[in-house]
Structure formats: structure tokens, C-alpha cells
């Protein structure tokens, strides 16, 4: 035996087994050390707002993001925010984004991009420490040369050729309760989850939200912007809801009349109904 080692308890003395011996060599931690890597890079998904401007205005984005919340301090839970200006017409100068970023901190949200921004405003943007996501540019449309179509001729009429079917959505199960702090989020799927949504906890999807227990918490549906999202829970007490990013909260309580009834949440133009899953629409 190796001076300074124990055998390892579960290898009999007499064993034929190649013997197993714990050392206490002081190299093993550095190398140990020297093997683990100081910076590791992965794919990471991370939810963020999308916060369209159709103003530029502090006020008035000021005004409107406290309609908003209503007041509410924590609405907003230090999220990520990605400012998507492909509605206004903006021009170098004219956007204050040192003040935007502030104003949004104010309402604990955290400015990290800006999206649709042309490439005359990518300094400044940059210049405030914030990402550009604009995508690929478009291809310039190149001009055709009109050709006459010639004349229609009788065709024979033929079956319809069979064209792919979409894939099928995919579907995310959670089967354990959703606990405070927690946030799941399915990417491109629906979201299932068999057990409790408790306060403090955020679900998201991109597509529907099927809750078969109390939901709690928040609780948002259709996030890459599908409007047809909806959410369905066994019984309502969230904090807030949302379908593609049309919020409603209940800080003044659920309605009455769902309350213990199974309900269905979904979006109507620009408005946010809460229905019982067998009331009429």
C-alpha cells in the first residue's frame, strides 16, 4: 500500500480485484484547478419584452407605461426590454436613449436592444450600451421587364397535388407545481402544466397555456406574437395575464362569477376577455 493511502473500504483484503486507494496527493487539487476552463459559452433563450414605440417623447411614454401598470410597482419584475422602433421615422439626434433607458428602469424594465433601428441611428444606440437587432437586411426589389402573358389555353383538370402538412406543434408537460421565482418557458410550443402556478411564479409560450390546477402568478401566452394563443386554467387567481403581449392584470380582484369555474382567457382586438370554458363567446 502507498505511503500516506487508505484502502478503500468495499475492497476486501484478499480481493483479486486490482486494489482502489484514496491518496491525499496535494497535486490532485490543482490539477483539478487547472482543468476547469474560467469561462464556459452555451446557447441560452431569454425572454424579453418587446416594447413598440409609436412616441419618442419621455412624457408621454412616461404617461403611458404608468396607465399602464396602474400604479403598480412590481408589474414589470426587472424583465428584459428590446425597444422595437420600426414605427416611428426616426432620424440621428431625435431619440433620447439615455432618458428612454432610465424611464424604463423606472418601471423596472431592462433596456438591452433596439429593434428595426436604421443604420444611421446604430452609433448612438450603441453608444448607450445597447444591442442592434434588426435582422438581416431586406434584398433591394430589382425591377422586371413586363412580359405579356400569353393567351389562356384548356387544361385538363387534375387533382390538386398534396402539399406538406405543417409539423406539429410541439408541447411542453411540466407535471410539478410551478413554485415562486420559478419561470418556464416554451419555446415555439404550448405549455402544459398538471400542478399549481403559485405567486411569484411566470409561465410563457409561445403558443397556448393549459393549466390544470390554480393559476397563480403570471401568466403569458402567444409571447412570439400569436394572437390566436389562448390560456386555460381549472380555476383563475393570476396576477396577471397576457396574449400576445396584450396585458390584464386583477389588482382589483377576479371576477365573481368565475370564481372555482374552470375559465378560458383570450384576446379580442386589443382587449383581454376572461370567459368560463363553457360560456358563450
Known amino acids: 500500500m502507498p505511503a500516506g493511502a487508505e484502502r478503500f473500504e468495499n475492497t476486501p483484503p484478499n480481493s483479486n480485484e486490482p486494489e482502489v486507494f484514496l491518496t491525499e496527493d496535494p497535486g490532485t487539487e490543482q490539477f483539478m484547478q487547472k482543468a476547469r476552463k474560467p ?64 424611464l424604463f428602469k423606472r418601471y423596472r424594465l431592462n433596456a438591452v436592444a433596439v429593434r428595426n433601428a436604421p443604420e444611421p441611428l446604430h452609433a448612438e444606440i450603441a453608444a448607450q450600451g445597447l444591442s442592434i437587432d434588426g435582422g438581416a437586411p431586406r434584398p433591394a426589389a430589382e425591377a422586371v421587364p413586363a412580359v405579356e402573358a400569353p ?3 384548356p387544361v385538363a383538370v387534375a387533382a390538386a397535388a398534396a402539399t406538406p402538412s405543417p409539423p406539429a406543434a410541439t408541447t411542453m408537460i411540466i407535471d410539478t407545481p410551478v413554485r415562486a421565482g420559478q419561470r418556464i418557458y416554451a419555446r415555439g410550443a404550448d405549455l402544459v402544466i398538471m400542478a399549481a402556478v403559485n405567486n411569484g411564479a411566470e409561465i410563457i409560450a409561445d403558443g397556448s397555456i393549459h393549466v390544470y390546477a390554480p393559476l397563480r402568478g403570471r401568466a403569458l401566452a402567444g409571447a412570439s406574437g400569436n394572437t390566436n394563443a389562448r390560456i386555460f386554467a381549472a380555476s383563475l387567481e393570476a396576477e396577471l395575464v397576457s396574449i400576445a403581449g396584450v396585458y390584464r392584470t386583477f389588482e382589483n380582484g377576479h371576477p365573481a362569477e368565475l370564481a372555482q369555474q374552470q375559465v378560458q382567457v383570450r384576446l379580442s382586438g386589443d382587449r383581454i376577455d376572461v370567459l368560463a370554458i363553457n360560456g358563450k363567446a
Do not use: N, R
Not at 396607465?67 to 428584459?80: K, L, N, P, R, W
Open 39 to 102: 469561462i464556459e459559452i452555451k446557447i441560452s433563450t431569454v425572454v424579453a419584452i418587446s416594447a413598440i414605440l409609436h412616441e419618442t417623447d419621455p412624457a408621454a411614454l412616461d404617461q403611458a407605461l404608468l396607465a399602464m401598470t396602474g400604479g403598480v410597482s412590481d408589474f414589470f419584475e426587472d424583465e428584459f426590454a428590446v425597444i422595437d422602433v420600426a414605427a416611428l421615422d426616426a432620424s440621428p439626434g431625435k431619440i433620447d436613449w439615455a432618458a428612454l433607458v432610465v
Open 151 to 153: 393567351a389562356p389555353q
